[in-house]
C-alpha cells in the first residue's frame, strides 16, 4: 500500500490517497479494535439504509504496525473552504446543506446505536460540572421525544465533500439514530464554536422554516449536545459550551 497525498492530519488519526482509495490511519498501533471496527460496522451500516452521499467502506487492513480504514476515494472540495472563498452565496450552500441534511435524516436504521444512549454516558461521564447540574441535564434529556431518525452526529461544512457528481458526506463514525433536532443542534453548535455564528442563525432558521420545526424545540437541545461535546476536553471550547449549559431553563 502506496501512500500518496495526505488529505488531513489530526490529533489522533490521519487520511491518505493511496491506490486511489482514501485511507484512514490510526496513528497510535495501540488503539483498541473496538474503535476502528465499531466506526467500520457504523459506516457500512449507514451505506445499508441506500445512503447516496457516503463513500463506500472498502476493507480494514495495517500499514507499518498501524489499523488503517480504507474507504471510496471522493476528490472535490469541502463545502467549508467553498463558502469561504465565495460568501456572497453563502445562502445558497446553506440551503443545499439543509436539504442534504433532511435527506439523511428521513434515513432508518436499527442497528445504529441510540443518540439518546449516547448522550447519556456522555453526560455522566463530565467531571467538570457538578452532580445537580449533571442531574438537571439528564432529567431534561431523558423528557426529550424518542426518534430513530438517522444522525451524523457532526453535519458540518467540512464533512460534506463537493464534486461534479454533487456533495458527499464523510467522517460518520459519530452517526447514531435518533431526534433530528438533537443532530440539528449539534451543527449549530458547530457552527459557533467556529465563530460562524451568523451562518448559525441562518441555517437554524433555513432547516426549521423547511421542517416545520419550532426553533425553540431545537435550542432545548443544546445544553444537552454542549454537555456532550464537553467530554472531548476541549480547551479552546470549554468556555462556549459552558455558556450554553448555563444557559438551560429547567423551571
Request: hydrophobic share 40%; proline share 3%; glycine share 4%.
Amino acid at each position: 500500500m502506496e501512500l500518496k497525498n495526505m488529505i488531513s492530519d489530526g490529533e489522533k488519526v490521519q487520511v491518505f490517497e493511496c491506490d486511489g482509495k482514501c485511507a484512514k490511519i490510526f496513528k497510535d498501533p495501540n488503539v483498541p479494535k473496538s474503535v476502528f471496527l465499531y466506526e467500520a460496522l457504523t459506516h457500512t451500516r449507514v451505506e445499508e439504509t441506500g445512503c447516496r452521499h457516503i463513500p463506500a467502506f472498502e476493507e480494514i487492513t495495517k500499514v507499518d504496525g498501524k489499523w488503517v480504514i480504507v474507504y471510496e476515494l471522493v476528490k472535490g472540495r469541502t463545502l467549508r473552504e467553498i463558502m469561504d472563498e465565495d460568501q456572497k452565496h453563502a445562502d445558497d450552500y446553506l440551503e443545499q446543506m439543509v436539504n442534504l441534511q433532511i435527506e439523511i435524516h428521513g434515513l432508518r436504521s436499527a442497528k445504529i446505536s441510540k443518540l439518546k444512549d449516547y448522550l447519556k454516558r456522555s453526560i455522566e461521564s463530565l467531571d467538570m460540572i457538578d452532580d445537580v447540574k449533571k442531574y438537571e441535564l439528564l432529567t431534561r434529556l431523558e423528557s426529550m421525544p424518542k426518534h430513530t431518525k438517522l444522525c451524523h452526529g457532526d453535519f458540518a461544512p467540512e464533512n460534506i465533500i463537493v464534486n461534479e457528481k454533487g456533495m458527499f458526506i464523510v467522517d460518520w463514525f459519530k452517526a447514531k439514530q435518533g431526534n433530528a433536532s438533537a443532530d440539528v443542534a449539534k451543527t449549530y453548535l458547530s457552527f459557533c464554536l467556529s465563530h460562524r455564528t451568523e451562518y448559525a442563525e441562518k441555517y437554524l432558521k433555513m432547516y426549521c422554516a423547511k421542517t416545520g420545526t419550532a426553533i425553540n424545540y431545537v435550542q432545548d437541545w443544546l445544553p444537552i449536545v454542549a454537555a456532550a461535546q464537553l467530554k472531548f476536553k476541549k480547551p479552546e471550547e470549554r468556555e462556549l459550551l459552558l455558556t450554553w449549559i448555563d444557559i438551560a431553563d429547567y423551571s
